[in-house]
């Protein structure tokens, strides 16, 4: 199990089973609630538990551009990612307190990445969304 928390620990969440991917998301919205980038672990909805704190999960959907909503803890301001998404759930990798074992396999909008960071590392880049193939 994984587990994960705000800065504040008002809300807590653990993760079952094995993510299916963990990647680094360079879209404005990471850039801007996150810094820069955020990582981002992807696996089955079915598998997050939110374990304390869910009624104070603060959601975020500035326009209608945006196909899902962004949460973070109202308390510490700590961004969540976008937790639960049909039948996924994408969780901020800077909130999690275990190893999540997997390690990042590429860069997502990239299209979106500001100039004056350049990624230097190997891993593939993709200018919009990528979810590998299990
Ligand atoms: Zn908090
Ligand atoms: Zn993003």
Redesign the pocket.
């Known amino acids: 199990m994984i587990t994960g928390s705000c800065l504040c620990g008002t809300i807590k969440f653990e993760i079952t089973g094995e993510p299916s991917s963990l990647s680094y998301?360079?879209?404005?919205?990471?850039?801007k609630?996150?810094g820069v980038?955020?990582a981002?672990l992807i696996g089955k909805a079915d598998d997050l538990h939110i374990s304390q704190g869910a009624e104070q999960i603060a959601k975020i959907n500035p326009g209608p551009d945006w196909k899902h909503e962004r949460c973070f803890c109202p308390h510490c301001g700590t961004s969540l990612g976008d937790l639960t998404i049909g039948d996924i759930y994408v969780v901020a990798a800077s909130a999690l307190d275990d190893d999540p074992k997997i390690r990042p396999m590429a860069h997502?909008?990239t299209a979106?990445k500001p100039d004056w960071y350049e990624i230097n590392d190997g891993l593939p880049q993709f200018e919009g969304d990528y979810i590998p193939e299990k």
């Open positions: 998301c360079h879209c404005s919205r990471c850039r609630a996150a980038f955020s981002v997502i909008h979106s």
